[in-house]
């Protein structure tokens, strides 16, 4: 692929499990952006925090299952192929040492958890490792953001960008209708016993309900029932 057409996104999350608002925050940035790859990278929880509720392993199988049919997308195990605690700065890192520069790459993260960045590891030099493509998110316009965070308010700008990809990394703001939805919502549906018809893909859905996610205590669908993972030398699926 020519080196001056990439671009490349990145959506990180635990995806516990990943929902509709995660697919449509990643195709809001695609379009507004015209990325050519979007890497989905299911992250490790390190130790000391809430755990998911399901396994990284399962967790992963469903951005797998997510990204069926889209040719351009990936599903990224990198996160979790070390137990130390997945920091988007190491994930950059990463993709620079892969060949990537800062301005190839934009990390799409929905308004509600770029509202946070300031307690990031490697904050704010994280912000010149990417191109921070941030999307509302029902309840979280992007524009309320120059104001939550004025220091950054400089660096935000709207599509179009002129040749974002030469540019130094830019926070870009979209505005895009997404799925009114959260794991935590669909979660606490299926204890229930309720339906999760829509807010899933239907492959997701799918793979859900086989496997008891949610709903079963049968051990070995909990996150803290799976064995560690295994540390692995190099990256999958990069390219
Ligand atoms: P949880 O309820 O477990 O926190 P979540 O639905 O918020 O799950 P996360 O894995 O925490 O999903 O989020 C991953 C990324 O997706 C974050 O950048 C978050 O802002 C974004 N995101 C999640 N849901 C939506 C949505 N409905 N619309 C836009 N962005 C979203
Ligand atoms: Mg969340």
Redesign the pocket.
């Known amino acids: 692929m020519n080196a001056a057409a990439r671009r490349i996104g990145i959506?990180?999350?635990?995806?516990?499990p990943i929902?509709w608002?995660?697919m449509?925050?990643a195709d809001a940035a695609i379009r507004e952006l015209r990325l050519t790859r979007m890497f989905v990278i299911t992250s490790n929880v390190p130790p000391h925090r809430p755990q998911p509720l399901a396994s990284a392993y399962h967790r992963f199988a469903m951005a797998a299952v997510a990204v069926l049919g889209r040719p351009a997308w990936r599903a990224g195990d990198l996160e979790l192929r070390h137990a130390a605690p997945s920091y988007t700065s190491h994930t950059l890192g990463r993709f620079h040492e892969r060949g990537f520069a800062a301005s190839e790459l934009f990390f799409v993260?929905?308004?509600?958890?770029f509202a946070e960045i300031g307690s990031w590891h490697d904050y704010p030099q994280i912000l010149e490792a990417a191109h921070f493509a941030v999307?509302s998110?029902?309840g979280f316009p992007v524009g309320d953001l120059s104001r939550r965070l004025p220091l950054l308010a400089e660096r935000m700008a709207r599509p179009p960008i002129d040749a974002v990809d030469k540019t130094d990394p830019l926070i870009i703001l979209i505005d895009a209708p997404?799925?009114?939805?959260?794991?935590?919502a669909i979660r606490d549906r299926l204890s229930n016993g309720e339906s999760i018809d829509g807010l899933v893909q239907p492959g997701v859905q799918q793979h859900i309900e086989q496997h008891g996610l949610y709903t079963s205590t049968t051990p070995g669908r909990r996150a803290s029932d799976a064995p560690p993972i295994p540390a692995a030398g190099r990256l999958h699926g990069q390219d």
Do not use: E, K, M
């Open positions: 959506l990180g999350g635990t995806f516990d929902h608002g995660h449509d925050l993260i929905g308004a509600d958890a999307v998110r029902p997404t799925t009114d939805v959260s794991s935590t």
